[in-house]
């Protein structure tokens, strides 16, 4: 059984350490600084040190340095935890001997597979036979090399600076397309703002119409301006949609605990005012919390249960139920017994204006659902439905990755 010496100032870090390598079988001592790994090494045996290299007093780099100078240790190999991404950084390690670099945070499957494949290298070079080569393993297979350190450490260096380049280039293209992204939206805003104004008009006159001069207008011209104030109104529900989902995208994210249960309790009393006779059985646990902006999570659950309360209509004995569930990530959901959908266009459902119902069987935009998904893609998480026709239909998101 390898003997692990972890050295990590932070103790929640430190138990994470603890917890990976102690689930792999390896035998973990774990200390918060260089100066008592130092002392450990000075007495025991070790066959990895794992160190991250910010630490109070004595770096991971002198940590290294220190062992790798030390005849006794000097075979021990090195990782260094990093969340450095400079070369000079990189650099630095090298010079310290460092035998290997994780950059935090890390995944513990990736973090425990270069842990086996430095092992497993140590050992072929301990166990090889010839001096033309060394062998190492490299993604599963055995591979010999003959170049020399200098003509490594070149290829790892220039390898290392194009990787760099190409994650500097990448954050430029995405500062660009956010920023892209904020002038549409902002000139989505100001358009849609705009477009009130000749709208209130076409309204307006079209009202006065029917007030002043219904005695001179036939049948016809009574269709004709019902269909323009339809219109009109169907309009303006539009703008206020788009204007809704373009709010969402603007000003700072406010995360703290959101009273979930208590939002969504008040959402339902608002609904259920707007038709007291409806019969519906509404399923809120009050204590159900989470950590997300409370204003703008609360257009999400307005959003998911006015659809439900939509979409049970036709039900005698509506059912609308909000919950979560624990399966390795906190899950909540929306559930109702209405209307439901086809499996098959569940893509469709949180594009803008895309809808799985005729106007004439659910009224609506076709916008709610996209600004949903926007405030959790904000919000770090995702959002997801499934629902069978006739059957009803379920709305899950979650608050982060």
């Known amino acids: 059984m390898t003997r692990v010496l972890a050295v990590e100032d932070s103790a929640t870090q430190a138990e994470e350490l603890r917890y990976i390598l102690d689930s792999e079988g390896y ?10 790994a130092l002392e450990r090494l000075a007495n025991e045996s070790y066959g990895l040190v794992v160190s991250d290299i910010v630490m109070p007093g004595l770096s991971g780099y002198d940590l290294c340095r220190r062992i790798k100078e030390n005849a006794r240790t000097h075979d021990i190999p090195v990782i260094l935890l990093t969340t450095l991404n400079d070369p000079l950084d990189i ?69 290392f600076e194009d990787i760099v380049r190409t994650n500097r280039e990448l954050q430029q293209s995405q500062a660009a397309l956010a920023n892209t992204n904020r002038e549409l939206e902002s000139f989505s805003y100001s358009v849609s703002h705009d477009l009130r104004a000749p709208l209130r008009s076409i309204s307006g006159f079209s009202q006065a119409l029917v007030e002043d001069e219904a005695d001179r207008l036939d049948e016809r011209g009574h269709d004709y301006l019902q269909r323009i104030q339809a219109a009109t109104l169907r309009m ?19 995360r703290g605990e959101a009273r979930l249960g208590e939002i969504a309790r008040a959402c339902a009393e608002v609904l259920q005012q707007t038709d007291p006779a409806r019969a519906v059985e509404w399923v809120i646990p009050p204590d159900l919390r989470g950590d997300a902006d409370p204003r703008l999570v609360k257009i999400v659950l307005e959003n998911l249960l006015g659809n439900a309360w939509k979409f049970t209509r036709k039900r005698p004995a509506a059912r609308i139920e909000v919950g979560v569930r624990e399966n390795g990530q906190r899950t909540y959901f929306v559930r109702d017994n209405g209307a439901g959908f086809d499996m098959a266009h569940a893509e469709k459902l949180f594009a803008p204006f895309q809808r799985l119902h005729t106007a004439a069987e659910f009224e609506g935009t076709g916008v709610g659902l996209a600004t ?30």
């Open 27 to 36: 035998q973990v001592t774990v200390v918060p600084d260089a100066e008592r």
């Open 372 to 401: 949903v998904q926007r405030i959790i893609h904000r919000h770090g998480g995702r959002i997801w439905a499934e629902g069978i026709p006739g059957e009803g239909a379920t709305f899950f998101f979650t608050l982060n990755g």
């Open 236 to 254: 303006a529900q539009l703008i206020d949609d788009l204007l809704s989902l373009a709010r969402v995208s603007r000003g700072e994210l406010q």
């Open 91 to 159: 650099i630095q390690g090298l010079e310290s001997g460092a035998d290997n670099f994780i950059t935090k945070p890390y995944e513990a499957s990736n973090f425990l597979g270069r842990v086996r494949t430095m092992l497993a290298n140590r050992r072929l070079r301990t166990e090889a036979k010839t001096a033309e080569g060394v062998e190492i393993l490299f993604l599963g297979k055995k591979f010999v090399i003959n170049s020399d350190k200098e003509q490594i450490l070149d290829l790892l260096i220039s390898t």
